[in-house]
C-alpha cells in the first residue's frame, strides 16, 4: 500500500531499543503501518534481555537479527526515530525525525530493561495516535 506510513526505529547496535520499539509497533499497530529497525554498528544479536522482557508481554523477539543502517532505508521511511545514533543516521528532506532520549539496555538486568520497556510502548502509543490514517506521516 503506497499510502502505509512507514517508520524505522535507529539505534547503535539495533539490539535493544529499537528492536523493543519496532516489535512494540507492529504488535500495536498491526498492519497499518511498516516497521523497519536498523543500527549504525548492528551486534551480532538481539539483546537476550530484552528479548526476557518483551517475552513477559507476549512478544516473542528471539528471532530478530540486527540490521546495518543504510541510507536507502531512511529514504524510505516516512518516520526515523533515532535513539541515541549520533550523527550516523543520514537526513533526507521531508522526513519526520524524533530522537528519543532512552536508556540503552546493553549491559543492564531485567528490571532496568522492563522500564525501557514500558518506556519504549507509551512512545510508541503516542506515534501512533499522531500517524493520521492511511496517509503517510511525512512532515513536507
Known amino acids: ?3 502505509k506510513p512507514s517508520i524505522l526505529f535507529v539505534c547503535v547496535h539495533n539490539a535493544g531499543r529499537s528492536q523493543m520499539a519496532a516489535a512494540w509497533l507492529a504488535h500495536l499497530a ?17 539483546n537476550p534481555v530484552a528479548v ?7 512478544i516473542d523477539i528471539a528471532a530478530a537479527q540486527p540490521k546495518i543502517l543504510t541510507g ?18 543520514p ?5 519526520r525525525y ?11 538486568g531485567i528490571d532496568a530493561v522492563r522500564l525501557i520497556r514500558d518506556d519504549i510502548r507509551s512512545r510508541v502509543e503516542k ?3 499522531e500517524l493520521p490514517p492511511g496517509r503517510p506521516a511525512s512532515t513536507d
Open 1 to 3: 500500500m503506497p499510502d
Open 30 to 46: 498491526g498492519d497499518r503501518v511498516e516497521v523497519r529497525s536498523a543500527g549504525s554498528a548492528p551486534a551480532d544479536q538481539v
Open 52 to 58: 526476557e522482557a518483551m517475552r513477559e508481554v507476549g
Open 72 to 89: 536507502d532505508a531512511v529514504q524510505a521511511s516516512d518516520v526515523v526515530i533515532t535513539m541515541g545514533c549520533g550523527d550516523a543516521c
Open 91 to 95: 537526513i533526507f528532506p521531508g522526513k
Open 98 to 108: 524524533e530522537d528519543w532520549k532512552l536508556d540503552d539496555p546493553a549491559g543492564q
Open 127 to 129: 506515534l501512533l495516535s
